[in-house]
């Protein structure tokens, strides 16, 4: 490839590899001393943009050389910037500024704003910021005045990276944006994938992660175009990941990075860098060996570059991992306050986090005056900060009451917190991200929870676990109905999984799996990238009124659950009163629930008349799930509200609920909100049979009997696009069809329908979901609790699309036993019956036959 030597500099920054052919090419011509060190100095800079930093250093001595040969003081100035930053970023700061240092007082004008620049991005790696911000308006000033807009958008983008660091997150991002204009003026397409790159971190600083996941996605098209790796685009992702909880991801990703890494073509600044990356995301998934070994190495190779904004950082997140694994005393006490000063004194994002854990070591430690101090700190709240940075200092000020003993000012902090996080909910339009980000959240509720608990207070007991119950299921998820990109992944990946279970393993392509991890991959990042409510105040729920419960409750008893500190509570509120009742240990909850699980699967499935009776199990499970609630019950109707970690209890092998109307709900609020859903006013029936299915057949085909009227898709028409539209808004809507739950990515969870499987993605696409609806396929009611107390899952997605009820398993069922329940069911129904009675006197019309009996108790009634 060809260039003229004037060229050629700017090309190493757009496309390195031409710029380094180019250079090559001129080389080969024997030119002057002048034109050799600029084509020197284009290799180098291309070879840095490619991670090869050594080659880069080589090629930019040899330019050097040239330039002091050809007696060009500017020719020598502008080699001796470029060689200083790039020593810089190698971790050689001391040489780099010495060199930098030599530049800045051989150029003059425009040169000299170059120059400037380069020794700014020397000072930002050492996090030198406000020498650096000098340095910058030093240089767009000569710049601009020179007219040469290439170097202005480079000043410009590096000012952006530091007040990026100093939260001026506003004034950055208008950076960014102008600089991204000015590159895109003059053709430089690599600086301008940066500019986007940078501005989707200046919106994670923000909070607002679909807009960063989107920005990132750019950058990494953009990058893939120029034929850069980027390690800042990896450890930035893994830091917009580990913000979304989507903590596994963020592991796999700094994994990654760092196998990348030891491959070689990674600078030594960035090499430090993404093992402090890989040590969050350790961190954050509880690996707490790795995280401290992680941290250690990054902190050591920060020292030794003189990057002491970096191992400070470093520092306190090898603290942190050492408080995780259950260290104390007054000698981790003393590291932690002195590095969070440390990072008080660099201006570091991370320092009130650290004033929060040194607060929570002192009051471990007795020294109340330190943690007073401390938490004191850790409250200070700053000017246009995300919501989560918002909670954690709302954080920091309930603790402080708490110990001070001022139970209404860590209330209104607790209360306060929580708003922030709601409001940094409602700028997630995926649910996934709305159930995830919890942030603080769990820890404020308890506060409150445990202090109701003190007082002996119902109501509030009540109200607190209400305020963070289910909080992602009370808006509906953002998307765009008319997104043909997604309509057209999920058509794919139906074709996908179709062709995959459709073909025995041992001949199996492995491109099929590859495929379906592909587009799986595909439709769940578009998801997350669905910006929130563009008006965020129509979409925050009403809050939780215990009159109004009251009041609509009538002859119900609502039966809330809450787990405070590992032992479970319950709440139950009947003939307009509330009283509270511990039940026990929240652990043999969980074990009692798993066994009585295990057990219907067996006798639903006829497989063991052996061991112990469901009515023993039953017993025992209604111990440990009510203790003495069974006792007050009465005949009322039941509404159950378990936490999200309960959320897969057969509650029909209960004995004090077996016979009475149970409904089950996520959080009192959302059963107050299907009770107040009306039916449609047209009366649609929809049933649809999905394929090898042999009892679903019968079932259908009894069900067509009683609906006569009613839309049948089966034998070839039951398709996704086809059963999306008639389920929407239906009245009533049956599906026999296979069900999968998918514990690893619950979005997944599906129906298997004639064209392959209806993924909970494909049912956030209705408008409003069926009104009654009855699934009658395998585990179709189970959810994973995720975050502080959220459900992802198929009956759960669909809650806040307007579902009153909802009839699904918990356990794999025998599907020939589940017809004539299926039947009876919906001959109550007919007869004007709620789901949950019907399901009711269903389940005692088939009690004669074990194995109907066991799959009768396998169902639940979600919703009103």
């Given at each position: 490839m060809a260039a003229k030597p004037e060229e050629l500099l700017a090309l190493a920054l757009s496309r390195p590899h031409d710029a380094i052919a180019a250079a090559q090419s001129l080389l080969a011509g024997k030119p002057t001393a002048e034109t050799a060190s600029i084509a020197h100095q284009a290799s180098g800079i291309g070879f840095r943009q490619l991670g090869e930093v050594d080659t880069a250093i080589r090629e930019l001595r040899t330019a050097l050389r040239l330039a002091e040969k050809s007696g060009l003081p500017e020719r020598e100035a502008d080699v001796l910037a470029t060689l200083g930053a790039t020593l810089g970023r190698a971790g050689r700061s001391k040489e780099g500024l010495a060199r930098l240092d030599r530049a800045v007082a051989l150029s003059r004008g425009a040169l000299a704003g170059r120059v400037l620049l380069r020794r700014a991005d020397v000072l930002l790696v050492l996090g030198r910021h406000r020498e650096a911000l000098d340095d910058l308006r030093q240089a767009i000033a000569r710049l601009r005045r020179s007219g040469d807009q290439v170097w202005e958008a480079r000043t410009l983008n590096y000012r952006g990276v530091i007040q990026g660091r100093l939260g001026e997150t506003r004034q950055a991002d208008e950076d960014f944006d102008r600089a991204g204009q000015l590159y895109a003026a003059v053709g430089q397409e690599f600086e301008y994938v940066e500019t986007r790159h940078n501005r989707g971190w200046i919106a994670f600083l923000r909070g607002d992660l679909p807009t960063a996941l989107q920005f990132q996605e750019e950058a990494a098209q953009g990058y893939d175009e120029v034929d850069v790796v980027s390690p800042d685009l990896s450890i930035d992702r893994c830091a917009v990941l580990m913000a979304a909880g989507l903590t596994a991801e963020a592991l796999t990703e700094a994994d990654e990075g760092l196998v990348r890494m030891e491959t070689g073509g990674v600078p030594a600044t960035k090499h430090a860098e993404v093992l402090f990356t890989a040590a969050t995301a350790a961190l954050a998934v509880g690996d707490l060996a790795t995280a401290q070994e992680r941290a250690e190495r990054a902190r050591r190779l920060f020292s030794a570059q003189r990057r002491s904004f970096w191992s400070v950082r470093a520092s306190m997140l090898h603290l942190?991992?050492?408080?995780?694994?259950?260290?104390?005393?007054?000698?981790?006490?003393?590291?932690?306050?002195?590095?969070?000063?440390?990072?008080?004194?660099?201006?570091?994002?991370?320092?009130?986090a650290a004033h929060l854990l040194a607060g929570r070591l002192a009051l471990s430690e007795g020294r109340r005056q330190t943690a007073d101090h401390q938490l004191e700190l850790a409250g200070r709240l700053s000017k246009n900060v995300p919501p989560p940075v918002r909670s954690a200092a709302w954080l920091g000020r309930a603790l402080r009451a708490e110990a001070r003993g001022e139970v209404r000012r860590m209330l209104t902090a607790c209360g306060r917190g929580l708003d922030a996080l709601d409001e940094y909910r409602l700028m997630m339009g995926a649910t996934e991200l709305r159930a995830r980000t919890t942030g603080y959240g769990a820890e404020l509720a308890e506060l409150a929870l445990r202090d109701a608990l003190r007082r002996n207070d119902s109501q509030a007991l009540l109200t607190w676990a209400e305020r963070w119950r289910a909080t992602a299921l009370t808006v509906p998820p953002v998307r765009p109905p008319d997104d043909e990109q997604l309509v057209t992944d999920l058509a794919q990946l139906r074709d996908v999984v179709s062709r995959l279970e459709s073909t025995p393993e041992p001949i199996r392509p492995p491109s099929l799996e590859r495929d379906r991890r592909r587009l799986e991959t595909a439709v769940r990042d578009r998801v997350l990238r669905a910006q929130g409510n563009e008006s965020p105040d129509s979409a925050v729920p009403e809050s939780f009124d215990v009159d109004v419960l009251h009041k609509e409750l009538g002859g119900t008893a609502l039966v809330e659950l809450i787990d405070v500190g590992g032992v479970l509570h319950a709440v139950v509120a009947a003939d307009g009163e509330l009283t509270r009742y511990e039940v026990g240990p929240m652990a043999t909850a969980a074990v009692e629930v798993e066994r009585s699980r295990f057990r219907l699967r067996w006798l639903a499935h006829g497989r063991s008349r052996t061991g112990p009776s469901l009515e023993v199990l039953g017993a025992r499970l209604e111990k440990a799930i009510l203790g003495p609630v069974h006792e007050v019950l009465g005949d009322r109707p039941v509404v159950m509200v378990p936490p999200a970690s309960l959320q897969a209890v057969p509650w029909a092998m209960v004995p004090a609920l077996a016979e009475r109307p149970v409904n089950v709900v996520p959080s009192a609020a959302m059963w107050l909100r299907a009770r107040r859903l009306r039916p449609p006013s047209d009366r649609r029936v929809v049933l649809v049979l999905g394929?090898?299915?042999?009892?679903?057949?019968?079932?259908?085909?009894?069900?067509?009997?009683?609906?006569?009227?009613?839309?049948?898709?089966?034998?070839?028409?039951?398709?996704?696009?086809?059963?999306?539209?008639e389920l929407d808004g239906a009245w009533i809507a049956h599906i026999a069809a296979h069900g999968t739950f998918r514990?690893?990515?619950?979005?997944?969870?599906?129906?298997?329908?004639?064209?392959?499987?209806?993924?909970?993605?494909?049912?956030?696409?209705?408008?409003?979901?069926?009104?009654?609806?009855?699934?009658?396929?395998?585990?179709?009611?189970?959810?994973?609790?995720?975050?502080?107390?959220?459900?992802?899952?198929?009956?759960?997605?669909?809650?806040?699309?307007?579902?009153?009820?909802?009839?699904?398993?918990?356990?794999?069922?025998?599907?020939?036993?589940?017809?004539?329940?299926?039947?009876?069911?919906?001959?109550?129904?007919?007869?004007?019956?709620?789901?949950?009675?019907?399901?009711?006197?269903?389940?005692?019309?088939?009690?004669?036959?074990?194995?109907?009996?066991?799959?009768?108790?396998?169902?639940?009634?979600?919703?009103?």
């Open positions: 942190e991992a050492r408080y995780r694994s259950g260290e104390r005393g007054p000698g981790l006490l003393r590291q932690v306050v002195r590095t969070a000063g440390r990072l008080d004194e660099l201006s570091t994002a991370e320092a009130s394929p090898g299915l042999t009892a679903g057949r019968a079932e259908i085909d009894r069900l067509t009997e009683q609906y006569p009227d009613a839309v049948v898709l089966r034998d070839g028409t039951a398709t996704a696009e086809r059963v999306l539209k514990a690893d990515s619950p979005l997944f969870s599906s129906l298997r329908l004639d064209d392959g499987p209806l993924t909970v993605y494909d049912f956030e696409r209705l408008r409003r979901a069926p009104y009654r609806l009855v699934l009658s396929s395998c585990d179709s009611g189970l959810a994973k609790p995720v975050g502080a107390d959220e459900l992802l899952g198929l009956s759960s997605s669909l809650v806040p699309l307007g579902a009153a009820g909802i009839l699904a398993s918990v356990v794999p069922v025998n599907d020939p036993a589940t017809v004539p329940l299926m039947t009876a069911v919906h001959d109550h129904l007919q007869a004007g019956r709620t789901l949950a009675e019907a399901f009711m006197l269903a389940r005692r019309a088939t009690a004669t036959d074990p194995v109907a009996d066991a799959a009768g108790r396998s169902f639940v009634a979600l919703g009103g």
